[in-house]
DNA sequence: AATGAATGAGGATTCATTCAT
DNA sequence: GATGAATGAATCCTCATTCAT
């Protein structure tokens, strides 16, 4: 009995159980059978559906890009002023769908593979510019010309936290990384006041 | 041609070839023959003098983390007071043999390898801690009680800056990482004149 | 051909190929690849059913096992009489089936493989237990209390005469070795009639 | 400083750590280096006296035999007329230097390496055919014609009750043995008062 | 006499991928 | 659409053996 319009679904139960798989292992040595296994489905579909073991990283790679985009936007939309929208970027990187366990080790691993594989650098530099240019777009107003070296600032500490967080043993607190950057953000704030440069 | 005394030198240069190795490849994904072709000498013998795979890896990350480590010694012992510390220390991390291409991918992969090996583990949680405890001990006289605060801020920018280096395609550029944690240094400086807290 | 169901086929192919294989080399210095090779598939595959090299002895070994253990109750079936009965174990272990050169090359090496790997230890003692308390079983009625000691006797035989046409190097003859056998019952019984203790 | 006359002293030490060593594991899968270590040397040295692994397990096996053969002499020796003679070689067969859990092992794996190699099987069937012509040298003035007979059916038992203790968990018991096999001695002269062959 | 150094050959095992059904 | 069957290629690792010192 062939089903009509599983792919869609296979392909989402995929990109999940990568996600899953890898935040268990660690790293991307993971066998495309054990997400297949995981995804309830055989290995040869999945090859079916992605056409290779990289294509699904890469689908993986996607949608966590993807959602994490998604939050951004929906913080953007509800902030107000500059101020807002740019602590609403901030926030969205440590949402508890972003910041857990397996997805900050998706994030690791994505960052390796890229160093090796040009789509995924690719991708990569899209979500890197994109958070770079939301983040001068709103600082402008509030930091002016220094706008792009804050920018830098933010971004290096959202991604060096992360990072941290990959390692330690405890469930990621998105509160306090918030709480680091934001403090980071204000003291940029403050030295604007002080010695402006428009 | 001395035929005797060779394992010091053999494991140097299989701990180089390996840095050397991974920069290339990006990943972990290196064979123990690549690895043992660029030290010039068999698989067989890599194998002999550090009986695995995972053990040259090791060699490899406790090597870079020697290396950063004697770094920081030479640059505190030539830094006078608590500031000039802090920023040695600082800078140690962005030296031209630290912040090498080769060495950030290592570091990148050793993350990695340390969310699945427990030694890798242990090793960078020595270096973690070490970094933490130098930054919070030449921080207390600068930030009074904010010091493991701002530890923990300068620790997590200067991850960042690494990782995002990992991925650019220019040449690392250690001064503008250099530039962009001391920055964050001093405003946590200023912040700590205009509102105290011993 | 189908393209179903191969399973149990390919086990048994391997199952088969690892005997004959084992009689050829006389040891269990045997590569999965030319197991696999004369079953006909390649050795990933042997691999694939079987997970190893130890499981595919193991099964190898089970099923000889299974073979004689299926021929001992055949012949005991038959026979009438503990006597009959007694005589009928023996000649079991001497049928043309059991009694080849290659089998009895497995069987040497299974002892030998016992006594490094615990899942074979067990299997042969149970066949050992097994074949033991059939003797004992039969052998009370002939000769009472002497029953234990004669049948380790009679086993005894049977293993060394095994195990002394392992290195012959006509073909085995079964027949000897059971009028061997059964000579040695006979004067079991014959001292029996002389010395009965019930 | 090159010692002189070592070559005897480093060829027993390497013949006694193969016996060990294979006990140990119980198999042939001993590599050069573990019976050099134990026997207090390099792997090259064992090399140079022997020139190869096959070579060492050989010295061993003659070692071996060599012992037992020097125990059937003694206890000959010491024995007076057939009957005595005959169990004495009986006996010397399961003497505690001989009836040794390792040396059983060794034993085993004899006969396992007889069947691939050529200068085993040739060692192997000298010991056979000494031991067999001596049984029916003292057997013929006891049993007349069964000599032949008796003299292969007493070989058997012995071997089939080393291979049986192989496998025992506990320490080989020699007088049980021993005392298996002249009952069964004793069973056949009686056979032969009843009805002498001459 | 003795050994550390060194390697080639080989083997178990894994896995992405393909294919026939 | 879905999968069991099947394999080639790769990789880690071991080990007997040789050689220079």
């Known amino acids: 009995m062939p089903k009509l319009g599983m792919e869609p679904i296979r392909r989402e139960a995929l990109v999940k159980a990568t996600i899953t798989e890898i935040g268990r292992a660690g790293s991307l040595d993971v066998t495309v059978s054990q997400i297949a296994r995981r995804a ?49 970027i901030v926030r969205a990187g440590f949402t508890s769908s972003n910041f857990r366990r397996d997805v900050v080790a998706a994030w690791l691993n994505f960052y390796v593979l890229a160093q090796s594989d040009d789509q995924a650098r690719r991708l990569l530099s899209v979500y890197q510019r994109r958070l770079h240019s939301n983040l001068v777009f709103n600082l402008r107003p509030l930091v002016g010309s220094r706008a792009n070296e804050v920018a830098v600032r933010i971004a290096g500490l959202i991604d060096g936290l992360y990072l941290r967080e990959a390692l330690g043993r405890d469930i ?27």
């Open 40 to 88: 309830g489905m055989s290995a040869a579909l999945a090859h079916h559906y992605f056409g290779g073991k990289t294509q699904i990283f890469l689908a993986a790679m996607r949608h966590t890009l993807g959602v994490y985009g998604a939050e951004v936007r929906g913080a953007l939309a509800m902030a107000q002023g500059p101020r807002a929208r740019t602590e609403a």
């Open 172 to 198: 990621p607190s998105g509160d306090a990384a918030t709480g680091q950057v934001l403090t980071a953000l204000e003291q940029d704030l403050k030295q604007t006041e002080r010695d402006p440069r428009p």
